[in-house]
Protein backbone atom coordinates (compact mmCIF):
# COMPACT_ATOMS: atom_id res chain seq x y z
CA UNK A 1 0.00 0.00 0.00
CA UNK A 2 0.90 3.65 -0.87
CA UNK A 3 2.22 5.65 1.95
CA UNK A 4 0.83 9.27 2.47
CA UNK A 5 2.50 11.61 4.41
CA UNK A 6 0.89 14.45 5.75
CA UNK A 7 2.55 17.25 8.58
CA UNK A 8 5.09 14.49 8.74
CA UNK A 9 2.62 11.83 9.87
CA UNK A 10 2.11 8.86 7.98
CA UNK A 11 -2.02 7.98 7.32
CA UNK A 12 -2.77 4.83 8.76
CA UNK A 13 -4.14 1.84 6.48
CA UNK A 14 -7.99 3.28 7.60
CA UNK A 15 -7.28 6.52 6.34
CA UNK A 16 -5.22 6.15 3.02
CA UNK A 17 -7.45 2.89 1.63
CA UNK A 18 -10.54 5.54 0.58
CA UNK A 19 -7.69 7.64 -0.29
CA UNK A 20 -6.34 5.68 -2.76
CA UNK A 21 -9.65 3.93 -4.00
CA UNK A 22 -10.77 6.97 -5.23
CA UNK A 23 -14.17 6.40 -5.59
CA UNK A 24 -16.85 7.79 -7.58
CA UNK A 25 -19.14 8.20 -4.79
CA UNK A 26 -17.62 7.97 -1.41
CA UNK A 27 -18.63 8.51 2.03
CA UNK A 28 -16.11 8.49 4.97
CA UNK A 29 -17.60 7.71 8.30
CA UNK A 30 -14.73 9.98 10.95
CA UNK A 31 -14.69 9.17 14.65
CA UNK A 32 -13.94 11.17 16.87
CA UNK A 33 -10.53 12.36 17.02
CA UNK A 34 -9.89 10.22 14.03
CA UNK A 35 -7.47 12.36 12.29
CA UNK A 36 -10.03 13.05 9.68
CA UNK A 37 -8.33 16.68 8.89
CA UNK A 38 -5.18 15.14 8.21
CA UNK A 39 -7.21 12.22 5.94
CA UNK A 40 -8.76 15.18 3.86
CA UNK A 41 -5.28 17.03 3.19
CA UNK A 42 -4.08 13.81 2.64
CA UNK A 43 -6.85 13.23 -0.31
CA UNK A 44 -6.07 16.64 -1.93
CA UNK A 45 -2.34 15.95 -1.88
CA UNK A 46 -2.92 12.71 -3.51
CA UNK A 47 -5.35 13.72 -6.27
CA UNK A 48 -2.58 16.57 -7.04
CA UNK A 49 0.62 14.40 -6.68
CA UNK A 50 -1.21 11.61 -9.54
CA UNK A 51 -2.60 14.56 -11.45
CA UNK A 52 -6.01 12.96 -11.25
CA UNK A 53 -7.69 16.08 -11.22
CA UNK A 54 -5.89 19.90 -11.75
CA UNK A 55 -5.92 22.31 -9.07
CA UNK A 56 -8.92 24.24 -10.33
CA UNK A 57 -11.62 21.24 -10.85
CA UNK A 58 -10.92 20.42 -7.11
CA UNK A 59 -13.92 22.07 -4.76
CA UNK A 60 -13.85 21.62 -0.87
CA UNK A 61 -17.18 22.19 0.99
CA UNK A 62 -17.91 22.84 4.80
CA UNK A 63 -19.74 24.45 7.14
CA UNK A 64 -18.15 27.53 8.51
CA UNK A 65 -15.80 30.26 7.78
CA UNK A 66 -13.66 29.15 10.64
CA UNK A 67 -13.66 25.59 9.07
CA UNK A 68 -13.18 27.13 5.40
CA UNK A 69 -9.78 28.90 6.41
CA UNK A 70 -8.21 26.05 8.41
CA UNK A 71 -8.96 23.84 5.67
CA UNK A 72 -7.38 25.79 3.15
CA UNK A 73 -4.70 26.87 5.13
CA UNK A 74 -3.61 23.30 5.77
CA UNK A 75 -3.78 22.26 2.47
CA UNK A 76 -2.01 25.00 1.37
CA UNK A 77 0.98 24.05 3.69
CA UNK A 78 1.01 20.90 2.43
CA UNK A 79 0.88 21.25 -0.86
CA UNK A 80 1.99 24.79 -2.13
CA UNK A 81 -0.90 24.79 -4.06
CA UNK A 82 -4.59 27.13 -3.48
CA UNK A 83 -7.95 24.79 -3.75
CA UNK A 84 -11.23 26.45 -3.76
CA UNK A 85 -12.91 25.63 -0.30
CA UNK A 86 -16.52 27.14 0.17
CA UNK A 87 -19.18 27.01 2.81
CA UNK A 88 -21.98 26.19 0.79
CA UNK A 89 -23.68 29.78 0.98
CA UNK A 90 -20.28 31.26 -0.27
CA UNK A 91 -20.03 29.05 -3.18
CA UNK A 92 -23.99 29.76 -3.81
CA UNK A 93 -22.72 33.66 -3.80
CA UNK A 94 -20.10 33.07 -5.95
CA UNK A 95 -22.28 31.48 -8.95
CA UNK A 96 -24.64 34.57 -8.92
CA UNK A 97 -22.15 36.91 -8.96
CA UNK A 98 -20.55 35.15 -12.12
CA UNK A 99 -24.18 34.64 -13.45
CA UNK A 100 -24.20 38.39 -13.44
CA UNK A 101 -26.98 38.28 -10.87
CA UNK A 102 -27.52 41.36 -8.91
CA UNK A 103 -28.84 41.00 -5.32
CA UNK A 104 -28.55 42.01 -1.23
CA UNK A 105 -27.92 39.53 1.03
CA UNK A 106 -30.57 40.27 3.84
CA UNK A 107 -29.39 41.56 7.26
CA UNK A 108 -29.14 38.31 9.20
CA UNK A 109 -30.82 39.64 12.20
CA UNK A 110 -34.35 40.79 9.62
CA UNK A 111 -35.93 37.73 11.42
CA UNK A 112 -35.46 38.60 14.83
CA UNK A 113 -35.89 42.23 14.18
CA UNK A 114 -39.25 41.54 12.53
CA UNK A 115 -40.21 39.27 15.24
CA UNK A 116 -39.61 41.93 17.96
CA UNK A 117 -41.47 44.36 15.54
CA UNK A 118 -44.44 42.44 15.51
CA UNK A 119 -45.03 41.71 19.36
CA UNK A 120 -44.09 45.60 20.16
CA UNK A 121 -46.03 46.97 17.51
CA UNK A 122 -48.71 45.34 15.81
CA UNK A 123 -49.70 43.33 18.95
CA UNK A 124 -49.46 46.29 21.27
CA UNK A 125 -51.93 48.32 18.46
CA UNK A 126 -54.38 45.37 18.47
CA UNK A 127 -56.32 44.95 21.92
CA UNK A 128 -58.21 41.94 20.37
CA UNK A 129 -54.73 40.30 19.56
CA UNK A 130 -53.55 41.19 23.15
CA UNK A 131 -56.42 39.56 25.33
CA UNK A 132 -55.99 36.61 23.09
CA UNK A 133 -52.56 36.14 24.01
CA UNK A 134 -53.48 37.63 28.26
CA UNK A 135 -55.82 34.44 27.91
CA UNK A 136 -53.86 32.16 25.84
CA UNK A 137 -50.89 31.99 28.23
CA UNK A 138 -52.77 32.92 31.04
CA UNK A 139 -50.26 35.90 31.90
CA UNK A 140 -50.60 37.18 35.49
CA UNK A 141 -49.69 41.06 35.99
CA UNK A 142 -50.21 43.24 39.16
CA UNK A 143 -50.25 46.91 37.32
CA UNK A 144 -53.15 47.09 35.23
CA UNK A 145 -52.10 50.63 33.71
CA UNK A 146 -49.03 48.33 32.41
CA UNK A 147 -51.02 45.80 31.12
CA UNK A 148 -49.94 45.55 27.61
CA UNK A 149 -46.39 45.65 28.64
CA UNK A 150 -46.61 43.08 31.03
CA UNK A 151 -48.00 41.27 28.41
CA UNK A 152 -45.25 41.87 25.64
CA UNK A 153 -42.74 41.51 27.98
CA UNK A 154 -43.41 38.29 30.02
CA UNK A 155 -41.51 35.23 30.15
CA UNK A 156 -43.88 33.47 28.68
CA UNK A 157 -44.10 35.73 25.25
CA UNK A 158 -40.41 36.34 25.37
CA UNK A 159 -39.93 32.25 24.87
CA UNK A 160 -43.10 31.79 22.36
CA UNK A 161 -40.58 34.77 20.15
CA UNK A 162 -37.81 32.24 20.34
CA UNK A 163 -40.20 29.25 19.87
CA UNK A 164 -41.15 31.40 16.51
CA UNK A 165 -37.62 32.37 15.56
CA UNK A 166 -36.51 28.39 15.99
CA UNK A 167 -39.52 27.23 13.68
CA UNK A 168 -39.18 29.60 11.38
CA UNK A 169 -35.57 29.47 10.81
CA UNK A 170 -35.91 25.28 10.17
CA UNK A 171 -38.98 25.79 7.88
CA UNK A 172 -36.61 28.25 5.94
CA UNK A 173 -33.27 26.16 5.86
CA UNK A 174 -35.36 23.22 5.43
CA UNK A 175 -36.95 24.82 2.33
CA UNK A 176 -40.90 22.76 3.39
CA UNK A 177 -43.99 24.17 3.51
CA UNK A 178 -45.74 25.83 5.79
CA UNK A 179 -48.11 23.85 7.74
CA UNK A 180 -51.61 24.26 7.26
CA UNK A 181 -53.18 26.74 10.19
CA UNK A 182 -55.57 25.61 12.72
CA UNK A 183 -57.72 28.84 13.64
CA UNK A 184 -57.44 27.52 17.19
CA UNK A 185 -53.51 27.59 17.16
CA UNK A 186 -52.68 31.31 18.31
CA UNK A 187 -48.61 30.76 18.18
CA UNK A 188 -49.28 28.88 14.88
CA UNK A 189 -51.30 32.24 13.42
CA UNK A 190 -48.78 34.61 14.88
CA UNK A 191 -46.07 32.74 13.19
CA UNK A 192 -48.05 32.55 9.86
CA UNK A 193 -48.12 36.50 9.67
CA UNK A 194 -44.49 36.95 10.91
CA UNK A 195 -43.35 34.84 8.12
CA UNK A 196 -45.59 36.77 5.40
CA UNK A 197 -44.25 39.76 6.62
CA UNK A 198 -40.05 38.77 6.65
CA UNK A 199 -41.15 36.73 2.71
CA UNK A 200 -42.81 40.25 1.85
CA UNK A 201 -39.21 42.09 3.21
CA UNK A 202 -37.18 39.60 0.62
CA UNK A 203 -39.21 40.08 -2.36
CA UNK A 204 -39.54 44.03 -1.50
CA UNK A 205 -35.93 45.10 -2.22
CA UNK A 206 -34.47 42.30 -4.27
CA UNK A 207 -33.12 40.66 -1.46
CA UNK A 208 -31.66 36.91 -0.84
CA UNK A 209 -31.16 35.27 2.50
CA UNK A 210 -28.99 32.01 2.99
CA UNK A 211 -31.61 29.89 1.99
CA UNK A 212 -32.97 31.69 -1.15
CA UNK A 213 -28.97 31.79 -2.53
CA UNK A 214 -29.10 27.90 -2.32
CA UNK A 215 -32.19 28.08 -4.43
CA UNK A 216 -31.38 30.74 -7.08
CA UNK A 217 -27.64 29.20 -7.23
CA UNK A 218 -29.29 26.11 -7.99
CA UNK A 219 -31.51 27.43 -10.95
CA UNK A 220 -28.72 29.14 -12.40
CA UNK A 221 -26.70 25.78 -12.96
CA UNK A 222 -30.07 23.38 -13.84
CA UNK A 223 -30.47 25.75 -16.52
CA UNK A 224 -26.97 25.92 -17.79
CA UNK A 225 -26.22 29.44 -17.53
CA UNK A 226 -22.81 28.99 -16.23
CA UNK A 227 -20.02 26.66 -17.06
CA UNK A 228 -18.68 25.27 -13.76
CA UNK A 229 -14.78 23.67 -13.71
CA UNK A 230 -15.10 20.92 -10.62
CA UNK A 231 -14.74 17.08 -10.92
CA UNK A 232 -14.68 16.76 -7.55
CA UNK A 233 -16.84 17.92 -4.68
CA UNK A 234 -15.24 16.67 -1.09
CA UNK A 235 -17.91 17.48 1.53
CA UNK A 236 -16.54 18.27 5.51
CA UNK A 237 -19.49 17.85 8.02
CA UNK A 238 -21.65 16.00 6.07
CA UNK A 239 -23.94 15.12 9.13
CA UNK A 240 -25.08 18.32 9.29
CA UNK A 241 -25.99 19.01 5.51
CA UNK A 242 -29.90 20.44 4.83
CA UNK A 243 -31.92 18.85 1.77
CA UNK A 244 -31.71 22.13 0.44
CA UNK A 245 -27.52 21.56 0.25
CA UNK A 246 -27.58 18.41 -0.99
CA UNK A 247 -29.85 19.16 -3.80
CA UNK A 248 -27.89 22.22 -5.06
CA UNK A 249 -24.96 20.10 -4.81
CA UNK A 250 -26.15 17.35 -6.66
CA UNK A 251 -26.97 19.82 -9.37
CA UNK A 252 -23.46 20.80 -9.32
CA UNK A 253 -22.14 17.45 -9.59
CA UNK A 254 -24.10 16.42 -12.33
CA UNK A 255 -22.47 19.43 -14.92
CA UNK A 256 -19.50 17.31 -15.15
CA UNK A 257 -20.33 14.34 -13.76
CA UNK A 258 -17.89 15.16 -11.07
CA UNK A 259 -16.72 12.78 -8.40
CA UNK A 260 -18.07 12.70 -4.61
CA UNK A 261 -16.40 12.50 -1.49
CA UNK A 262 -18.15 13.07 1.93
CA UNK A 263 -16.93 13.33 5.17
CA UNK A 264 -18.29 13.03 8.41
CA UNK A 265 -19.94 11.38 11.66
CA UNK A 266 -23.31 10.51 12.50
CA UNK A 267 -22.82 10.56 15.74
CA UNK A 268 -22.09 14.41 15.97
CA UNK A 269 -25.18 15.71 14.01
CA UNK A 270 -26.38 18.38 16.57
CA UNK A 271 -27.90 21.22 14.42
CA UNK A 272 -31.49 19.56 13.84
CA UNK A 273 -32.79 22.73 14.63
CA UNK A 274 -31.10 24.28 11.39
CA UNK A 275 -32.57 22.23 9.10
CA UNK A 276 -30.01 19.13 9.00
CA UNK A 277 -31.32 15.88 7.47
CA UNK A 278 -29.72 12.88 9.32
CA UNK A 279 -31.85 10.48 6.83
CA UNK A 280 -29.18 11.68 3.61
CA UNK A 281 -26.34 10.81 5.89
CA UNK A 282 -27.60 8.03 6.87
CA UNK A 283 -28.92 6.55 3.85
CA UNK A 284 -26.77 7.96 1.04
CA UNK A 285 -27.01 4.99 -0.50
CA UNK A 286 -30.88 5.95 -1.50
CA UNK A 287 -29.60 8.94 -2.72
CA UNK A 288 -26.51 7.91 -4.80
CA UNK A 289 -25.62 4.35 -6.77
CA UNK A 290 -22.21 2.46 -6.28
CA UNK A 291 -21.79 4.31 -3.22
CA UNK A 292 -18.52 2.78 -1.05
CA UNK A 293 -18.25 3.49 2.29
CA UNK A 294 -15.43 2.98 4.70
CA UNK A 295 -15.09 3.85 8.68
CA UNK A 296 -12.16 5.56 10.35
CA UNK A 297 -13.12 4.12 13.18
CA UNK A 298 -9.44 4.72 15.73
CA UNK A 299 -8.83 7.82 17.62
CA UNK A 300 -6.12 9.41 18.24
CA UNK A 301 -7.56 11.70 20.71
CA UNK A 302 -9.28 9.66 23.31
CA UNK A 303 -8.97 6.68 25.17
CA UNK A 304 -10.41 3.27 24.13
CA UNK A 305 -12.48 3.21 27.90
CA UNK A 306 -13.89 6.63 26.94
CA UNK A 307 -14.27 6.14 23.72
CA UNK A 308 -16.19 2.66 24.43
CA UNK A 309 -18.41 4.47 27.28
CA UNK A 310 -19.34 7.46 24.69
CA UNK A 311 -20.00 5.13 21.60
CA UNK A 312 -21.93 2.48 23.13
CA UNK A 313 -24.03 5.24 24.74
CA UNK A 314 -24.75 6.96 21.75
CA UNK A 315 -25.50 3.80 19.54
CA UNK A 316 -28.24 2.37 22.24
CA UNK A 317 -30.14 4.20 19.42
CA UNK A 318 -30.50 1.72 16.95
CA UNK A 319 -31.08 4.39 14.17
CA UNK A 320 -27.37 5.09 14.36
CA UNK A 321 -24.77 4.05 12.65
CA UNK A 322 -23.28 1.08 14.39
CA UNK A 323 -19.03 1.50 14.77
CA UNK A 324 -16.47 -0.56 16.36
CA UNK A 325 -14.46 2.52 18.03
CA UNK A 326 -10.96 2.14 19.06
CA UNK A 327 -7.64 3.71 20.59
CA UNK A 328 -4.24 2.75 21.35
CA UNK A 329 -4.57 5.35 24.54
CA UNK A 330 -5.20 3.63 27.82
CA UNK A 331 -6.93 5.38 31.01
CA UNK A 332 -7.98 3.72 33.57
CA UNK A 333 -11.02 6.07 34.45
CA UNK A 334 -11.31 8.86 32.03
CA UNK A 335 -14.61 9.76 33.12
CA UNK A 336 -15.19 10.65 36.58
CA UNK A 337 -18.56 12.08 37.86
CA UNK A 338 -18.16 14.94 40.30
CA UNK A 339 -21.67 15.16 42.87
CA UNK A 340 -21.57 17.98 45.04
CA UNK A 341 -23.80 20.66 46.48
CA UNK A 342 -21.96 23.79 46.40
CA UNK A 343 -21.79 25.90 43.29
CA UNK A 344 -19.80 28.49 44.78
CA UNK A 345 -16.16 26.12 45.79
CA UNK A 346 -16.92 23.00 43.33
CA UNK A 347 -15.13 24.44 40.37
CA UNK A 348 -12.21 25.60 42.51
CA UNK A 349 -12.17 21.91 43.46
CA UNK A 350 -11.92 20.43 40.87
CA UNK A 351 -9.19 22.38 39.26
CA UNK A 352 -6.95 20.80 42.04
CA UNK A 353 -7.57 17.64 40.39
CA UNK A 354 -5.99 18.63 36.68
CA UNK A 355 -2.37 19.35 35.96
CA UNK A 356 -1.67 23.54 36.29
CA UNK A 357 -0.10 23.09 32.65
CA UNK A 358 -3.06 21.96 31.12
CA UNK A 359 -5.98 23.59 28.84
CA UNK A 360 -9.12 22.55 30.56
CA UNK A 361 -12.55 22.75 28.42
CA UNK A 362 -15.57 24.09 30.58
CA UNK A 363 -18.55 22.73 28.39
CA UNK A 364 -21.68 23.67 29.58
CA UNK A 365 -25.45 23.12 27.76
CA UNK A 366 -26.67 26.42 27.81
CA UNK A 367 -24.73 29.66 27.05
CA UNK A 368 -25.93 30.72 30.69
CA UNK A 369 -24.60 27.61 32.61
CA UNK A 370 -21.56 28.58 33.63
CA UNK A 371 -22.82 32.14 35.63
CA UNK A 372 -24.15 29.61 38.53
CA UNK A 373 -20.24 28.97 39.56
CA UNK A 374 -17.57 31.05 41.18
CA UNK A 375 -14.55 31.21 39.12
CA UNK A 376 -11.94 32.37 41.14
CA UNK A 377 -8.38 31.60 42.28
CA UNK A 378 -7.79 29.62 39.53
CA UNK A 379 -4.52 29.48 37.31
CA UNK A 380 -5.01 27.01 35.33
CA UNK A 381 -5.63 28.37 31.45
CA UNK A 382 -9.45 27.37 30.60
CA UNK A 383 -12.39 28.18 28.26
CA UNK A 384 -16.07 28.41 28.30
CA UNK A 385 -18.03 27.71 24.87
CA UNK A 386 -21.17 25.55 25.07
CA UNK A 387 -21.17 21.94 23.70
CA UNK A 388 -22.57 22.86 20.16
CA UNK A 389 -19.57 25.93 19.93
CA UNK A 390 -17.14 22.98 21.23
CA UNK A 391 -17.68 20.77 17.66
CA UNK A 392 -14.31 19.90 16.08
CA UNK A 393 -12.38 21.41 19.32
CA UNK A 394 -10.64 19.45 21.80
CA UNK A 395 -8.92 20.55 24.72
CA UNK A 396 -6.37 17.90 27.64
CA UNK A 397 -9.45 17.97 29.78
CA UNK A 398 -13.10 18.71 30.17
CA UNK A 399 -15.01 19.50 32.58
CA UNK A 400 -18.93 18.96 31.75
CA UNK A 401 -21.53 21.20 34.22
CA UNK A 402 -25.18 21.29 34.10
CA UNK A 403 -25.57 17.54 34.35
CA UNK A 404 -29.11 17.85 35.78
CA UNK A 405 -32.41 16.73 35.39
CA UNK A 406 -34.57 20.04 34.77
CA UNK A 407 -36.37 22.22 31.63
CA UNK A 408 -33.12 23.47 31.05
CA UNK A 409 -30.27 20.88 31.73
CA UNK A 410 -28.90 18.04 30.00
CA UNK A 411 -30.80 16.85 28.35
CA UNK A 412 -32.82 19.77 27.96
CA UNK A 413 -36.67 18.91 28.18
CA UNK A 414 -38.08 22.38 26.44
CA UNK A 415 -40.73 21.43 23.76
CA UNK A 416 -41.18 23.61 21.27
CA UNK A 417 -44.61 22.46 20.00
CA UNK A 418 -44.12 24.57 17.01
CA UNK A 419 -41.14 22.85 15.38
CA UNK A 420 -43.16 19.54 16.33
CA UNK A 421 -45.73 20.58 13.78
CA UNK A 422 -42.60 20.09 10.75
CA UNK A 423 -39.83 17.82 12.44
CA UNK A 424 -39.74 14.18 12.06
CA UNK A 425 -40.30 12.66 15.37
CA UNK A 426 -37.23 11.54 17.17
CA UNK A 427 -36.43 7.74 16.78
CA UNK A 428 -35.42 7.22 19.84
CA UNK A 429 -35.82 9.40 23.44
CA UNK A 430 -33.23 12.70 23.40
CA UNK A 431 -31.85 11.68 19.96
CA UNK A 432 -30.09 14.57 19.41
CA UNK A 433 -29.38 15.47 23.02
CA UNK A 434 -27.78 12.04 23.56
CA UNK A 435 -25.68 12.87 20.09
CA UNK A 436 -24.85 16.06 21.42
CA UNK A 437 -23.48 14.83 25.01
CA UNK A 438 -21.33 12.20 22.95
CA UNK A 439 -19.71 15.57 21.51
CA UNK A 440 -18.97 16.57 25.14
CA UNK A 441 -17.55 13.56 26.10
CA UNK A 442 -14.84 13.06 22.93
CA UNK A 443 -13.60 16.57 23.47
CA UNK A 444 -10.95 15.25 25.91
CA UNK A 445 -7.31 14.14 25.43
CA UNK A 446 -7.47 12.72 29.23
CA UNK A 447 -10.19 12.84 31.20
CA UNK A 448 -13.79 14.31 31.57
CA UNK A 449 -15.02 15.55 35.02
CA UNK A 450 -18.68 15.81 34.77
CA UNK A 451 -20.82 17.84 37.85
CA UNK A 452 -23.50 16.55 38.80
CA UNK A 453 -26.25 18.12 41.38
CA UNK A 454 -26.60 15.53 43.87
CA UNK A 455 -30.09 16.43 44.32
CA UNK A 456 -31.35 16.07 40.46
CA UNK A 457 -28.82 14.31 38.52
CA UNK A 458 -29.71 14.36 34.52
CA UNK A 459 -30.86 10.89 33.14
CA UNK A 460 -27.79 10.70 31.43
CA UNK A 461 -25.94 10.50 34.70
CA UNK A 462 -28.29 7.52 35.79
CA UNK A 463 -27.14 5.76 32.68
CA UNK A 464 -23.12 5.52 32.33
CA UNK A 465 -22.62 5.91 36.21
CA UNK A 466 -22.10 2.04 36.69
CA UNK A 467 -19.58 2.03 34.02
CA UNK A 468 -16.68 0.19 34.90
CA UNK A 469 -14.27 2.92 33.34
CA UNK A 470 -16.51 5.37 35.54
CA UNK A 471 -15.60 6.90 38.69
CA UNK A 472 -17.34 8.60 41.26
CA UNK A 473 -16.64 11.28 43.67
CA UNK A 474 -17.90 13.30 46.02
CA UNK A 475 -17.60 16.67 47.33
CA UNK A 476 -19.83 18.57 49.61
Known amino acids: MELIKVKGYTLSDEQTIPIINNDKYELIIAGA ?11 VKYLLEKCLFKPNEICCLTFTNEAVNSLKNKIKEETNIDIEVYTFHKLALNILKKSNKSYEIIDPNTLSNIIDMFFNTKCMNNKLLINYLYKYYKIRFINKEKR ?6 SNKINKLKKNIHSFLTYILSSDISFPNINKLDIPLILSYAIYNIYI ?4 SSNYIDFNTMLSKAKDIIDNKKLSIPYKIFIVDEFQDTSKPRFDFLLSLSKVND ?8 DFQSIYGFEGTNLDLFINLNKYLDNLKIYYLNKTFRNSNE ?12 SYQIKKNLISDKRIKYPIEIIYFSNYKTILNKVFKLIPLNKEVMILGRNNYDINKFNLYNIKHN ?15 YVILINMQNSMHGFP ?18 YEEE ?3 FYVGLTRTKNKVYILVNRNNPSVFIKEIKNNRSVKIRHFY
Open 258 to 265: AYLTFVGD
Open 412 to 429: TKINNKLLGLVKDKESYP
Open 200 to 203: SELN
Open 148 to 153: LNNIIN
Open 306 to 317: LIQVAGSFVMKN
Open 382 to 396: YKYYTVHKSKGLESD
Open 33 to 43: GSGKSLMLVGK
Open 434 to 436: RRL
